[in-house]
């Protein structure tokens, strides 16, 4: 148990209100305190460390400066927002982060009204904030909107067409951009301070208004193209001509941990500043916890951790992860066939493809956080006749559905869609949990459906994956561990279209998509017993279905539960169409269909979140006792 840090300040502060009473001259004081704060209370729950460490005096400044909830703060993807927690009413339960029933690791509004906006995937914020702006304009309500958005979320398309519609509204919208990578400018010390001063200060912008006056009186192209070319040159000097052409007024880069540098900013943006601004900060990730610090990588998402070693205690697995299951069969593919090659959105670890990359690094392609992109790019890949497999969580998916629809599916090409994180993830809760990529891609014409049901099933689908060349595919499987099984050396191509029996019954059956198979097998050993004989089936694919593997169960059986770790509208939806259709329903046979309810589940350990969706072996069971109208195992011995 660690012991918990000194913070003197901080006790003082219990909402951002507290924080005008504290000198400015104390604030780097109270940026340590808060530090240690969230360090600690990280290495008790996990959860994204790095990343909030790099806004501890950017976060400080703001709710300083500007008064909040009144005056908008929204912050892209939200893992950097557990010092903004802290700071508004909420440290008394930050050490719950990511439990069930405790605090979000993202941005929620239903949590705090300091969290005008839910924010968990990227590059939202500009256009959260740019709606947020002109509403407060059309009510006549003065307020500033601050945005803060990372450079990384700056790769997605979202984020530069919020910008040039923000600069065409000229609405008064202040986007930060926390640049902690360098990956654009890096700060140059006591100038780049001083001219971000003077061009946020009231002298240089009343200058520039009274000039933006005079050009007016030349006519509205004239005043555009002299306003434009001021700003140009100015850009020169200060950079970030880029974003003054989408209409932005652009100040920095500035030091994001320097509080000297970044209130007069924020100060003089808050009093002076009529229109869009962007203010250019440079952070670094983990910054004032060594371990992270060296290692951001390993660090932006942690385990529970040692706050002296930095070490993280991760549990010994049992079984290898889905995800390194599948990273080592593509890589078993790509070397029999160099057509194929691997596509991510920002993601190479967390799709394994950091281990793909490494061996074939040509062939291997990080598109950044651009979903759209990726599908079409993987599109064009396939056009011209390689294997593209566009590795993409199933909740990120969905932002590039409309590609996935008319770039890939329209036209009949080939891309591979191995969809990591399907179904629920724990501590990520809604925003990651994948729900609906079978109802989403299933109903798409030509489209071949699959899900993994094990480790082994896995490889056979990235087999199966590389082998098909006749349209569009995905398969499926979850985040964490397998379940044991035996895995060969490289899959087998399975025949489309066609599940398998992976025990014989006789009353009962349970057909089976995904990897709730294991629970099916440990219901049917109860039934079993209780004089119920049950066949369990692996349906193995929701498009095409197996029309002789579900007449037969229907057939054969009294009674057919089908179970999936999906949304209505997937694979069981599916099933009850062909029943119906094929006239299976007509003699009795009971169906009942195990989704997941019709809800946004919120963070929990994945066991809970199974049985309150019910779907684990406890629910299975139900279900075929409710079918068969007796109250359950007793009932039947007797």
Do not use: W
């Not at 339960?93 to 924010?119: C, H, M, N, V, W």
């Not at 061009?199 to 192209?221: E, H, I, N, P, W």
């Not at 193995?540 to 770790?565: G, M």
Request: hydrophobic share 40%; aromatic share 6%.
């Amino acid at each position: 148990m660690s012991q918990r840090p000194d913070t003197p300040l901080l006790d003082r502060v219990s909402t951002p209100a507290d924080l005008k009473s504290i000198d400015d001259r104390h604030l780097p004081d109270l940026a340590a305190e808060l530090r240690a704060e969230m360090i600690d209370a990280v290495s008790q729950t996990g959860g994204h460390l790095g990343a909030g460490l790099g806004v501890v005096e950017l976060t400080i400044a703001i709710h300083k400066v500007f008064n909040t909830p009144h005056d908008r703060l929204i912050f892209d993807v939200g893992h950097q927002c557990y010092p903004h927690k802290i700071l508004t009413g909420r440290r008394d339960r930050i050490r719950t982060l990511r439990q069930e029933d405790g605090l979000s690791g993202f941005t929620k509004r239903d949590e705090s009204e300091y969290d005008p906006f839910g924010a968990a995937h990227s590059s939202t914020s500009i256009s959260a904030g740019l709606g947020m702006a002109v509403a407060s304009e059309l009510q006549d309500v003065k307020r500033n909107v601050i945005s803060v958005i990372g450079d990384g979320a700056m790769s997605a398309g979202m984020a530069y067409e919020a910008l040039n519609n923000a600069g065409a509204l000229d609405a008064r919208l202040i986007v930060i951009l926390n640049d902690n990578d360098m990956s654009i400018a890096p700060p140059t010390g006591a100038m780049s301070a001083y001219l971000a001063r003077m061009a946020s200060g009231r002298t240089y912008m009343g200058f520039r208004d009274v000039g933006k006056k005079l050009t007016a009186y030349l006519g509205k192209q004239m005043d555009r193209a002299i306003t434009r070319a001021v700003e140009h040159a100015r850009g020169y000097v200060t950079g970030g001509t880029l974003f003054e052409e989408l209409g932005f007024y652009h100040i920095g880069p500035i030091d994001g941990h320097n509080l000297e540098h970044l209130l007069p900013v924020l100060r003089n943006v808050r009093d002076h500043a009529d229109g869009p601004v962007l203010i250019h900060v440079v952070t670094q990730k983990g910054k004032g916890y060594a371990p992270a610090e060296q290692a951001a990588d390993k660090y932006h998402g942690v385990a529970k951790f040692d706050v002296i070693t930095g070490t993280q205690a991760k549990a010994k697995p049992n079984a290898p992860s889905y995800t390194n299951v599948f990273a080592e069969a593509l890589i078993a593919e790509a070397r029999e066939d160099e057509r194929v090659v691997a596509v991510t959105a920002a993601m190479p670890s967390g799709t394994g493809l950091d281990t793909f990359g490494a061996e074939f690094p040509a062939r291997t392609f990080d598109v950044g956080i651009a979903e759209q992109h990726a599908v079409t790019f993987a599109a064009g890949l396939a056009s011209e006749g390689l294997k593209p497999f566009a590795t993409i969580y199933s909740t990120f998916l969905q932002r590039g559905y409309d590609q996935v629809v008319h770039d890939v599916a329209i036209q009949k090409l080939p891309v591979r869609f191995p969809i990591d994180r399907a179904g629920y993830v724990g501590a990520d809760g809604a925003t990651h949990a994948g729900a609906f990529d079978v109802a989403y891609l299933a109903c798409l014409p030509g489209f071949v459906v699959m899900a993994a049901a094990d480790e082994a099933e896995l490889k056979h689908m990235v087999r199966t994956a590389a082998a098909y060349d006749e349209g569009p595919l995905s398969f499926r499987y979850p985040r964490g561990e397998g379940v044991g099984v035996d895995r060969p050396e490289r899959g087998d191509v399975l025949e489309i279209g066609k599940g398998r029996i992976v025990k014989q019954g006789g009353k009962v059956a349970l057909l089976s998509f995904g990897t709730r198979l294991a629970e099916c097998l440990a219901a049917a050993e109860e039934l079993d017993a209780a004089g119920l004989p049950t066949t369990v089936a692996d349906a193995r694919f929701a498009k095409p279905l197996d029309a002789t593997l579900i007449r037969q169960l229907a057939t054969h059986h009294e009674v057919l539960i089908t179970i999936e770790e999906g949304s209505v509208g997937g694979f069981g939806s599916h099933v009850l169409h062909f029943l119906t259709s094929e006239g299976l329903l007509d003699h009795g046979l009971k169906v009942r269909p195990l989704a997941m309810p019709d809800i946004f589940m919120d963070q929990a350990k994945p066991e809970k979140m199974y049985a309150k969706a019910g779907l684990d072996r406890t629910a299975i069971l139900s279900a075929v006792f409710a079918a068969l109208g007796v109250g359950g195992a007793d009932s039947i011995r007797a």
